[in-house]
Nanobody, 115 residues
Framework: QVRLVESGGGLVQAGGSLRLSCVAS????????MGWYRQAPGKQRELVAH???????NYADSVKGRFTISRGIAKNTVYLQMNSLKSEDTAVYYC?????????WGQGTQVTVSS
C-alpha cells in the first residue's frame, strides 16, 4: 500500500505562483510514475503532468511552459511548480502514483486562482 499526502494548495491571484508537494509513504519503493491530476467543478479529472522514475516528463498542453514537475532525491516525493497561474487552473489537484500496475491517489488539495 502507498499513501500519498499533498500540501501547498491555496488561494493566489492570477499571474502568481504556487508549489505543490506530495510525499509517498508505506511501501513506496518501485513507484514507476508519479504525477498530478486536477478536477474542476463539473469537469472530469485530467492529467496535469507526470514524471517517471527515470525522469521523463509529460505535460498537458494547457500547462506547458508554466508548470514544472520534479521528483525529490529520495524518489518518493513529487513537486509541481505552478507559475503564471490562470483562473482556469482553479481545481482540486490530486497526487497520483503507479506501482506494480496499481494506481494510488492522494486526498487532493484545492488551488484557487482569483482573477
Amino acid at each position: 500500500q502507498v499513501r500519498l499526502v499533498e500540501s501547498g494548495g491555496g488561494l493566489v491571484q492570477a499571474g502568481g505562483s504556487l508549489r505543490l508537494s506530495c510525499v509517498a509513504s508505506g511501501t513506496s519503493f518501485s513507484i514507476t510514475v508519479m504525477g498530478w491530476y486536477r478536477q474542476a467543478p463539473g469537469k472530469q479529472r485530467e492529467l496535469v503532468a507526470h514524471i517517471s522514475s527515470g525522469g521523463s516528463t509529460n505535460y498537458a498542453d494547457s500547462v506547458k511552459g508554466r508548470f514544472t514537475i520534479s521528483r525529490g532525491i529520495a524518489k518518493n516525493t513529487v513537486y509541481l511548480q505552478m507559475n503564471s497561474l490562470k483562473s482556469e487552473d482553479t481545481a482540486v489537484y490530486y497526487c497520483h502514483a503507479l506501482q506494480f500496475g496499481t494506481h494510488y491517489w492522494g486526498q487532493g488539495t484545492q488551488v484557487t486562482v482569483s482573477s
